[in-house]
């Protein structure tokens, strides 16, 4: 079992609305205040994505180019890009991400049915996502919305051998409507499913957050967090700041005798380069 517990923060994704959720960083300048307030917490990487002046999702290269650089610039935290987008996201665009220049990526494992809409991410997207990684040296996690999506990730380092950095990590998302339920039963099936040697985060949606915070550190797994996943900190308590998750998960991680991994040694844990 590994000694520490890789922490990653998913501040904002593309769902939550700042109307709605005003806490939500959608503005650079509040991307790195939580950036910052989240690395003192205990996270070693940031999963962003990134909205527009109307607060609204965007893949503009631009604006994540200039979002990588000043990220890498304020913080020693892991810079991981979303691939994913929004469900509305056109592929090309969702390919074009890598041009920012990221220390990583997400890489999400197939398609799958997201409330009323469907993550779309059908093969040829996935391999040709994979190989732009590999040219690159940009290190995917592999998201994990459902078991089917673990053969997919079998069939894809079959196919085209290791990533860039040389190991394999991925990120189970539970509880997504559409996908597999957030319960340690089906945390431990998944696990099951991963390739040999692959180490594994885990993230529950919504309520699910708890059960698979906790279904992952006692499964010996890493813990992802953040407004993109939970909205609320507790029964009729909105989430007030993303660093109050990460919070939480550093003291869950304390209390399970493996404390967070600073990003230096989650840069050789997971094979991601020093730009520092
Ligand atoms: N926003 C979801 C449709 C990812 O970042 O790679 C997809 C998502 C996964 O958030
Ligand atoms: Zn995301």
Redo the contacts with the bound molecule.
């Keep these: 079992m590994t000694p520490s517990t890789l922490i990653t923060v998913?501040p904002t994704?593309?769902?939550a609305r700042k109307d709605e959720a005003p806490a939500l960083p959608v503005t650079l300048e509040e991307l790195l205040v939580t950036a910052k307030q989240c690395e003192e917490a205990g996270a070693a990487v940031i999963?962003v994505?990134i909205r527009d002046q109307h607060a609204n999702?965007t893949l503009d290269l631009g604006r994540l180019t200039e979002t990588v650089q000043a990220l890498r610039e304020s913080t020693g935290l892991i810079v991981q890009l979303?691939?994913?987008?929004?469900?509305t996201?056109v592929f090309g665009d969702r390919l074009r991400v890598l041009e920012a220049g990221p220390d990583a990526?997400?890489?999400?494992c197939g398609t799958v049915n997201?409330g009323d809409?469907v993550?779309a991410n059908p093969w040829p997207f996935m391999r040709d996502l994979y190989q732009r990684t590999q040219q690159l040296g940009v290190v995917p996690e592999f998201?994990i919305f459902d078991l089917g999506h673990a053969a997919a990730l079998h069939r894809l380092l079959a196919e085209f051998g290791p990533p860039a950095g040389g190991h394999v990590h991925c990120d189970l998302?539970m509880g997504v409507p559409g996908g597999m339920p957030g319960d340690a039963a089906t945390l431990v099936a998944a696990v099951a499913a991963l390739p040999e040697g692959a180490t594994w985060s885990a993230t529950g949606i919504g309520r699910a957050t708890l059960p698979v915070m906790f279904a992952a550190l006692a499964a010996g797994g890493h813990l992802r967090v953040g407004m993109?996943d939970t909205l609320s900190f507790a029964r009729g308590r909105p989430v007030g700041a993303n660093a109050e998750l990460v919070e939480r998960a550093a003291a869950l991680a304390e209390h399970a005798q493996r404390p967070p991994m600073r990003p230096r040694q989650a840069r050789e844990f997971l094979g991601v380069r020093d730009h520092h």
């Design positions: 998913a994704g593309a769902e999963h994505h999702p979303s691939t994913g987008g929004a469900v996201d990526c997400s890489l999400t997201f809409e993550f998201e998302v993109e």
